[in-house]
């Protein structure tokens, strides 16, 4: 069992009695809806944290350098497409380095289970296949993995590993139409030019892949573009697949082989406990047998805020616009509400179709804030089954993955 901290039941029990006076005073303004305000719960303005930047992608915060991984606030992921410079950074392995030469001569091999495998160059899938233009979000199946109680091991992510960019490319399911695939095709395995952290030439970063029915969605493709340029090369120029709605790690970057199999795949960070959850819920802290564990396949429904920015300052009384993006994975997001009162009450939101499937779809509200003090904006998206986002952790897993509660920012009015 966690012990806990110095202070921490005691603390609650004050919140509790004195109706939040203690974040009161130390937020410096009174919290009106302070009697919802749900016990243990710590006012957002007083949980932030991370610093760190990284070259060429101002703002992004630095989760760690060795593999490199960089995430975005969600202040910045205003835009409806996501910027080169907005978009996280999510690595397994080293970043590779290429000469001119690399990439003018790269080469995409497909085989396996297939009829006729096919060398490709770039130039051959611009040239001899259809080329799709999509908005596709990625997101990383750790994101939110901050927020897990207990903690779990691996990059603490907040909320911004995701990101929706146009992407150019051709349809995965054209290649495998042309190379034949066999009827024991069962699976795709993903190789990229990444090299493993070690720099041993025999070892794979990571090597992930998808069922054969997600290869064959029309969305998933591989882009040689991003927003009308070349894709950059933190984000996996110049080759990449694009696995929308499942976790990132399935959307391999610097590709150059697409290996059809017989079975599942069983490549670097596709066995044990890497983006895996249990099969059935367990207890926080639980220790998961791996044959107990299940492949995490299509993201759960999620939101996030982008406007205002959190500690956002407003005069009580008049009215503002909250904004952001809602999204969930396989799924097409059904309805989207924000709270002022700590989740007591919650309003209905303006929420957009999406560009095509697997773009994020953007939501609207009005907000009022009735009197000075210290607020917060909760937001809450409900997928078209009807899956709503919680108000804290959905549970509990090993490493952290899914973690899909309502983001919430700081408001205060004067």
Known sequence: MKSKKPGEVSRRAFVAATGGSAFAAALGAPIPFARFLPAGLVPVALAQGGDGALSGKPGLVMLGDKPLNAETPPHLLDDDVTPGARMFVRNNGQV??????????????????????????????????????????????????RFMTPPARGNQWSFGAISCAEWTGVRLRDLLMRAGLKESAVYTAHYGADPHLSGDPSKEA????????????????????????????LNGH???????????????????????????????????QSYRVP????????????????????????????????????RAGDSFEARGHAWAGDHEVAAMDVSIDFGATWTRARLDAPANRY???????????????????????????????????????????????????AVFAL
């Not at 495998?117 to 997101?139: G, K, S, Y």
């Not at 610097?254 to 596709?270: F, P, Q």
């Not at 047998?289 to 407003?314: C, F, N, Y």
């Not at 909760?378 to 899956?387: P, S």
Request: net charge negative; charged share 25%.
């Open 96 to 145: 590779p380095v290429f000469t001119p030469s690399d990439i003018a001569n790269w080469r995409l091999a497909i085989d396996g289970e297939v009829e006729t495998p096919l060398d490709l160059a770039i130039d051959d899938l611009r040239n001899d296949f259809e080329t799709v233009t999509l908005r596709l979000q990625i997101e990383c199946g750790g994101n939110g993995r």
């Open 206 to 233: 990571i090597s992930r892949g998808v069922p054969i029915e997600k290869a064959l969605e029309p969305h998933t493709i591989v882009a040689f573009a991003m927003n009308g340029e070349e894709i950059p090369l």
């Open 238 to 272: 110049p080759l990449r697949v694009i696995a929308p709605g499942w976790p990132g790690s399935c959307s391999q970057k610097w590709l150059t082989r697409i290996w059809v199999r017989d079975r599942e795949h069983d490549g670097a960070k596709m066995t044990g």
């Open 279 to 314: 099969k059935y819920p367990v207890a926080p802290g639980t220790e998961v047998p791996d044959e107990d564990m299940k492949i995490i396949e299509s993201m759960p429904v999620k939101s996030l805020i982008t406007a205002p920015q959190t500690g956002h300052r407003v």
């Open 359 to 409: 773009a994020w779809q953007r939501w609207r509200a009005a907000i009022t804030l009735p009197e000075a003090g210290y607020y917060e904006i909760w937001a809450r998206a409900t997928d078209e089954a009807g899956v709503m986002q919680p108000p804290t952790q959905p549970g509990w897993n090993p490493r952290g993955y899914l973690n899909n509660l309502q983001h919430r920012i």
